[in-house]
């Protein structure tokens, strides 16, 4: 059974930064494709990033590119998001999930194992 706890979020000024933790049990963590994703009140959850096993290729969403950056430590069992010069639209919980096997695009339904989520609030 895999499990994934989120942490690192909190409260920051337009313009700051906040690194943002994923830890997941499993000993197969280091084949699993994992994924950042977020969820702001009365809004579908939407994808915000995405990276390989191995952490060599990532792919983030337009609207964070240049902002955000996801990295892994797989001997930590750990996924990383780094989020700089943060906006008031990116408030939102963020969750980390990992990746179905077979499902090419990166929408919610192709996540499994979900995180409870840590809130990110940017006030303006």
């Known amino acids: 059974q895999v499990q994934v706890v989120e942490s690192g979020g909190g409260l920051v000024q337009a313009g700051g930064s906040l690194r943002l933790s994923c830890a997941v049990s499993g000993r197969t963590f280091s084949t699993m494709i994992m994924g950042w994703f977020r969820q702001a009140p009365g809004k579908e959850r939407e994808f915000v990033a995405r990276i390989s096993w191995s952490g060599n290729r990532t792919r983030v969403a337009d609207s964070v590119k240049g902002r955000f950056t996801i990295s892994r430590d797989n001997a930590k069992n750990t996924v990383y998001l780094q989020m700089n010069s943060l906006k008031p639209e990116d408030t939102a919980v963020y969750y980390c999930?990992?990746?179905?096997?077979?499902?090419?695009?990166?929408?919610?339904?192709?996540?499994?194992?979900w995180g409870q989520g840590t809130q990110v609030t940017v006030s303006s």
């Open positions: 999930a990992k990746k179905r096997s077979g499902f090419v695009l990166d929408s919610a339904a192709g996540y499994e194992y």
